[in-house]
């Protein structure tokens, strides 16, 4: 099932993008595999856009596969990772 990316920023669209990233299946695949380090990858892809594509993916199935422990994890990722780089520039791939 393609992801309703109209309810997202451009910014979510474009990180989703890069990554290759077109249905819901995909995202909870990609997310289970690499994990919001994965996104912070994409260019221009920090906190806050990681945190509104979990969403995104709560969104879409209630059953998801994404616990919420797992999202509390990958914010708490994110948070350590924003605090190393105050510019938010994105991990070099």
Not at 66 to 87: L, S
Request: charged letters at 25%; one cysteine or more.
């Amino acid at each position: 099932m393609l992801l309703p990316v109209h309810t997202v920023s451009i910014r979510a669209q474009n990180v989703l993008f890069h990554l290759g990233i077109k249905t819901a299946e995909g995202l909870r695949a990609y997310w289970t595999k690499h994990g919001p380090e994965g996104m912070l990858k994409a260019p221009n892809c920090g906190r806050k856009t990681v945190n509104e594509i979990a969403e995104l993916i709560d969104m879409r199935d209630p059953a998801t596969p994404i616990t919420r422990a797992e999202y509390e994890r990958a914010k708490m990722v994110v948070a350590i990772y924003e605090e190393q780089n105050p510019d938010n520039s994105p991990i070099p791939l």
